[in-house]
């Protein structure tokens, strides 16, 4: 099942704006990490959030995380058309011995020139 | 350096058959996950391993599926009688060790029962 949720579930701005994802989770977490996936295919790794942290950078990146609140937000900026892709966050409850992700429900950005 | 990698990238099969479903790791890493995306499901979790061993099955959805790991290295996902709604596709990931890394996923397999 899924725990995250996210949205906005379709994105779609100019190049050169920001765009901000948000995800909703539901259980305690050690870490929140975000996956970007093209074409249905592989997720690629963006960017990892631990769960004592409040906010990281990387590149155009920058990721919070509120765990009062169970959310986090993904900041692109200065968005390019490559920035195309689907957007996942993906919780870590480290339960059992190992740290399964659980995925959220995807933002589908389109970043048109 | 190289990937986590999967073979094939597609598979097409009848309803029926078995296929089997291939992941290389990462050099070195000694945790290797199974995840499952398909459109009415997203993104779901099916089985981990540390090292050969699965201490958590937890996602299989039927006793068709099963997995196993030999050498630390290669995993195989087998499917027995497939069935429609199996048709999905199958991501693999691996990580250095268990609790708190980052996972790096494969391309998948893309498979499609008829």
């Known amino acids: 099942s899924q725990q995250g949720e996210e949205d906005p579930q379709a994105l779609s701005i100019q190049e050169g704006e920001n765009a901000t994802m948000n995800c909703s989770y539901k259980?305690?977490?050690?870490?929140l990490q975000w996956y970007r996936q093209n074409s249905g295919r592989g997720l690629v790794h963006l960017i990892l959030i631990r769960s004592n942290e409040r906010e990281k950078h990387s590149g155009r990146l920058r990721v919070t995380l509120d765990t009062s609140k169970k959310s986090s937000s993904l900041l692109i900026t200065a968005s390019r058309a490559a920035d195309t892709a689907s957007y996942f966050c993906a919780t870590d409850a480290f339960a059992g011995g190992g740290n399964k992700l659980t995925f959220g429900t995807g933002t589908q950005l389109k970043v048109e020139l | 350096g190289a990937g986590v990698s999967q073979s094939p990238s597609n598979k097409v099969t009848e309803k029926g058959k078995d296929v089997e479903l291939r992941c290389d790791p990462i050099?070195?890493?000694?945790?290797l996950y199974w995840y499952r995306q398909s459109l009415g499901q997203g993104l779901e979790f099916l089985i981990y391993?540390?090292?050969?061993?699965?201490?958590?099955k937890s996602g299989l959805p039927s006793d068709r599926f099963s997995a196993e790991r030999t050498g630390g290295s290669v995993s195989t996902l087998t499917i027995q009688r497939t069935q429609q709604e199996d048709s999905a596709v199958y991501l693999c990931?691996?990580?250095?060790?268990?609790?708190?890394?980052?996972?790096?996923f494969g391309p998948g397999t893309r498979l499609l029962v008829l």
């Open positions: 259980t305690s977490i050690n870490n």
């Open positions: 990931a691996s990580s250095l060790a268990t609790g708190r890394e980052t996972q790096y």
């Open positions: 050099s070195g890493h000694t945790a």
């Open positions: 391993f540390q090292g050969n061993s699965a201490p958590d």
